[in-house]
Nanobody, 116 residues
Framework: QVQLVESGGGLVQPGGSLKLSCAAS????????MSWYRQAPGKERELVAG????????NYADSVKGRFTISKDNAKNTVYLQMNSLKLEDTAVYFC?????????WGKGTLVTVSS
């Protein structure tokens, strides 16, 4: 069965960096693109970044362009989100998502708190 496990969240000061990881299992990872979403308190879940199955194509929300980088290691079945120049408004639970066999699969999320 498809499983996604995020890690790497934590508390960071404004301007700091964090790298999130999402380990995937239960499907042929290299055949699928992956996405990162986030959900801030009281807000809807929003797309942060997406990457194609081979990693050659990426897309980002305007709010994170130039600060966040998504990458994919097909040998490790892992997708990453490097977050730099973090802002208070980046505080959220971050989720990775896979779309496999016509279904969406989500991890349980990892909390990122940006605070001074």
């Amino acid at each position: 069965q498809v499983q996604l496990v995020e890690s790497g969240g934590g508390l960071v000061q404004p301007g700091g960096s964090l790298k999130l990881s999402c380990a995937a299992s239960g499907f042929t990872y290299s055949n699928y693109g992956m996405s990162w979403y986030r959900q801030a308190p009281g807000k809807e879940r929003e797309l942060v970044a997406g990457i194609s199955r081979a990693g050659g194509s990426t897309n980002y929300a305007d709010s994170v362009k130039g600060r966040f980088t998504i990458s994919k290691d097909n040998a490790k079945n892992t997708v990453y989100l490097q977050m730099n120049s973090l802002k208070l408004e980046d505080t959220a639970v971050y989720f990775c998502k896979a779309y496999v066999g016509g279904k969406q699969y989500w991890g349980k999320g990892t909390l990122v708190t940006v605070s001074s």
